[in-house]
């Protein structure tokens, strides 16, 4: 098989022994005679998947006891609507912070619920940067933002600070490094940017925060449901579970979370160095803001694109045209993307830099 850069932002690369034992277990599963496609949620093997599932994600976040992990599907974009429906009292108030995109369609989300108030936006600068040292009022229900810009490729280095409970969309970087859960009344993220295939949603959540509203909910809306339920109140996307619990594995034996990072930072760094040094290069996004998993860039002189494009598909580059927002490119680092593919990015920068610069 031909190797591949993979710089998709999402879906996106995952280990290639996950890939292995994934496409295994859909033709014999845990040698059962059965596929893991065609054997019931309610199974015994399928539920021990689930358990493991949901103790890996608190293991590798080293998440309070207490906390609860549901997976869902619907996608992080699901869970925006979700979250003001279990977490803001009718007649009630939330606070968000405004850094791109996803951030937006949250804030969308909320204000169909109630009162939303953004107390933070980057707007300003077609979210180029992470806005800091901005209050968030004490009378809200809960202060909700995006650890990372998987867009725009901005990045919370520090986390703000916040007299109500807190709710993040680490979608795009969650696992990527160490964080404080007991920070947060909820973590959520879309399983298809570091953790899996696309249609789990994992929501990490901090169950006395929960059911507190007063307010009326469809039990498919209710996040105390799920979690009281274990995940099975209705069939869980089985495969995308199972398929992340693999991923999480593989990060378990490569050391947690902390190895994650020190692998991205290495990583990051080498590719925005190239950015850096090469003026044919400018980045798109404060230096100090800058993501670990979603570098944005773009070429000084926008019509030597079609050239430099040549290049990096003729090296087995892919995925790395920037979101049509922002144009330019955008490399994705997530967790399973090697460091000789970064390298083999930087060759092919710095081999153009030398022909066209
Ligand atoms: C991709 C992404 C989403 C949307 O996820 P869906 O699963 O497509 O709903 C939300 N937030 C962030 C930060 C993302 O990167």
Redesign the pocket.
Same mark, same amino acid.
């Given at each position: 098989m031909k190797k591949v850069h993979n710089y998709s932002?999402?879906p996106c690369i995952l280990p290639r022994e996950v890939f292995e034992k994934a496409a295994q277990a859909v033709l014999d599963f845990e040698g059962s005679g059965l596929s893991i496609l065609e054997i019931s949620h309610r199974s015994k093997p399928f539920e021990a998947v689930m358990t493991k599932a949901q103790a890996l994600v608190k293991e590798l976040l080293g998440a309070p006891d207490h906390y609860q992990v549901v997976f869902l599907g619907?996608?992080? &974009? +699901?869970?925006?609507h979700m979250i003001p429906q279990n977490y803001m009292k009718p007649g009630g108030k939330a606070a968000y912070a405004n850094t791109?995109e996803?951030a937006t369609?949250?804030i969308k989300e909320s204000k169909m619920f109630g009162d939303t108030v953004v107390v933070a936006s980057s707007e300003d600068k077609n979210f180029s940067y992470i806005p800091k040292g901005f209050d968030i009022p004490g009378d809200v229900d809960y202060f909700h933002f995006? &650890? $990372? $810009?998987?867009?725009f490729g901005t990045q919370y280095k520090q986390f703000p600070k916040s007299p109500v409970p807190v709710i993040c969309? +680490? &979608? &795009?970087d969650i696992f990527s490094r160490p964080v404080n859960v007991a920070d947060f009344a909820l973590i959520y993220a879309?399983a298809?940017?570091n953790m899996g295939p696309?249609g789990a949603?994992v929501y990490l959540m901090d169950p006395e925060k929960l059911g507190k509203t007063g307010r009326k909910l469809s039990p498919m809306m209710d996040l105390k449901n799920h979690a009281d339920k274990e995940s099975m109140y209705n069939t869980p996307p089985v495969y995308a579970v199972y398929v992340s619990m693999l991923t999480m594995e593989w990060m378990k034996r490569m050391g947690g979370v902390a190895a994650m990072e020190q692998r991205n930072a290495a990583k990051a760094k080498l590719l925005y160095d190239a950015i850096d040094r090469l003026p044919i290069f400018k980045g798109t996004t404060a230096v100090e803001d800058r993501s670990m998993m979603n570098a944005t860039f773009v070429l000084n002189d926008a019509s030597l694109e079609p050239a430099f494009d040549a290049l990096w598909k003729e090296a087995n580059i892919s995925g790395i045209r920037g979101h049509r927002s922002v144009g330019g490119y955008r490399a994705s680092m997530y967790n399973a993307l090697p460091i000789e593919s970064v390298q083999a990015l930087v060759d092919v920068m710095e081999h153009f830099a030398t022909t066209h610069g």
């Open positions: 932002a999402g619907g996608g992080a &974009s +699901m869970g925006f791109g996803w369609r949250a995006t &650890s $990372n $810009n998987t867009i969309d +680490m &979608s &795009s879309g298809q940017k696309a949603t």
